[in-house]
């Protein structure tokens, strides 16, 4: 069974589709991948824009968190 750590920094490296050993370069591309498929511009209604708001979020704060070793290492701290 996974700790809590380990649940919760697999469920930000889920948010941009990587797996946990990703360097900074696969972070990136995945980052912009799902950043411009979620964009909320590229949305059709209000619905859609709402939605792709929430997983824009989402994905910028999964960046934020795995693209700086040491933003990777603080929010592990939080969870243990």
Known sequence: MLSSVHTVFLEVANVLDIPV????????????????????????????RRE???RFQQVNEAHYVLSNEQRVHQHLSCFT
């Open 21 to 48: 050993t990703a360097d900074r370069e696969q972070i990136r591309e995945a980052y912009k991948r799902a950043a411009f498929v979620n964009h909320p511009d590229r949305a059709i209604n209000d619905q859609d």
């Open 52 to 54: 792709r708001t929430a």
